[in-house]
């Protein structure tokens, strides 16, 4: 070990005496995320990221009830986030042509009263837009005074 540290030494002070530069040390490996990144959210649907993972929407599909529910988590996309009761703006897009759909409020029983965590709508329309091939869209939501828009591309269903 001591022989190894003398050549390295040798050889920086050669290197530098003939003008070139020492050489760098390799740079340490990243450090991991700090959290777990969820394949899906606590009710099994899709995760749409808000912000820099400041939040999560979770957007679930029920066939048997045709209903598309959409819940407001947490940034580890466990615990429900109860926002301003307000419809939501759900924007899809189908074969370039775009189409908007209000989620209504559907505060669960923790919610406190004014504000909702579950925001949903059974217009048929928007469960096959979701279906269509390549659809793609947008969730507009304000959470704590500050705007979110939150990709959507591809979805999952309720069990």
Do not use: C, W
Not at 144 to 159: E, N
Request: aromatic share 4%.
């Amino acid at each position: 070990m001591r022989f190894l540290r003398l050549t390295d030494a040798l050889l920086t002070a050669t290197l530098v005496a003939f003008g070139a530069a020492p050489p760098v040390p390799a740079a340490p490996a990243s450090a991991p995320h700090a959290h777990a990144h969820p394949a899906e959210g606590p009710h099994h649907g899709t995760l749409i990221e808000l912000g820099r993972e400041d939040y999560h929407a979770e957007l679930v599909h029920d066939e048997k009830a045709d209903s598309v529910t959409i819940y407001i988590l947490d940034a580890a996309a466990a615990q429900a986030v109860p926002i301003a009761a307000a419809p939501l703006m759900l924007n899809v897009r189908t074969a370039g042509t775009a189409q908007q759909f209000p989620l209504a409020e559907q505060p669960q029983g923790t919610d406190p009263e004014g504000s909702s965590s579950a925001f949903s709508t059974t217009d048929k329309r928007l469960g096959r837009a979701l279906h269509t091939k390549g659809a793609t869209g947008h969730l507009n939501v304000e959470i704590a005074g500050k705007r979110y828009v939150g990709r959507i591309g591809g979805h999952s269903h309720a069990p």
